[in-house]
């Protein structure tokens, strides 16, 4: 079965370092990979896309690969603040939005 | 507002009764989205709906979940005799395409007792 995987045990980072998550997947093969950010009680927030066919995204102080042979994407947060402390998910997207198979997220705390 | 709006925000109902909840997408988004997020876990998918049709509805767990759009805004999702591991956070989402990026509503809180 199809399966993403997100470091579950949350990620402590101190101010100023570049934050790296990871998110691994099985049995699959997307044609994107989203990140998002939620803060508790809140819906997610889009942050990157990237294509199976892209290495590496930036926005910012964010960028995103996409390894299609390990099956593996790294998100990087560079320079973090205690206001990037929240959960990030990445979801896998076939061939349209609603066949997105979502990680159970990384809970990021960044101390000051 | 311009974003994803979600109504109520928290609903607390005793088992085995009726629940709506509403979602007003982004004006001229055709595509909108249900999820459900327990905690700890990541979204998961209920239907989607491409203008007012549900173009996918393979992810409501059972016939007690239904949602419509009937005027391809505004979408309804409606749980009858509710149990209690209903209990979850219904999120809505919607989006101009098919693909890419999704603009997220801040979620109803369900906590069936």
């Known amino acids: 079965s199809q399966k993403i995987e997100q470091n579950s045990e949350a990620l402590n980072i101190q101010e100023g370092k570049t934050a790296t998550l990871t998110c691994n997947y099985t049995n699959y093969s997307p044609a994107y990979l989203q990140w998002y950010r939620q803060d508790p009680g809140r819906g997610p927030v889009f942050l990157l896309l990237i294509r199976e066919n892209e290495k590496e995204k930036r926005k910012e102080r964010l960028k995103v690969t996409f390894d299609t042979t390990l099956k593996q994407s790294l998100f990087h947060i560079t320079a973090s603040q205690p206001a990037d402390s929240a959960t990030y998910l990445c979801a896998l997207e076939r061939d349209s939005n609603y066949q997105l198979i979502w990680g159970a997220g990384t809970k990021l705390i960044i101390k000051p | ?113």
């Open chain 2, 1 to 113: 507002g311009a974003g994803v709006s979600q109504t109520p925000s928290n609903k607390v109902t005793e088992k085995g009764k009726y629940v709506e909840l509403r979602c007003d997408p982004i004006s001229g988004h055709t595509a909108l989205y249900w999820y459900r997020q327990s905690l700890g876990q990541g979204p998961e998918f209920l239907i989607y709906f491409q203008g007012t049709g549900a173009a996918d509805d393979s992810g409501l767990p059972n016939d007690r979940f239904f949602a419509v759009r009937p005027e391809g805004s505004v979408s309804t999702l409606k749980i009858q005799r509710t149990e209690r591991g209903d209990s979850a956070m219904y999120l809505c989402a919607s989006s101009p395409r098919t693909t890419g990026e999704l603009f997220f509503g801040e979620g109803s809180r369900l906590t069936v007792l």
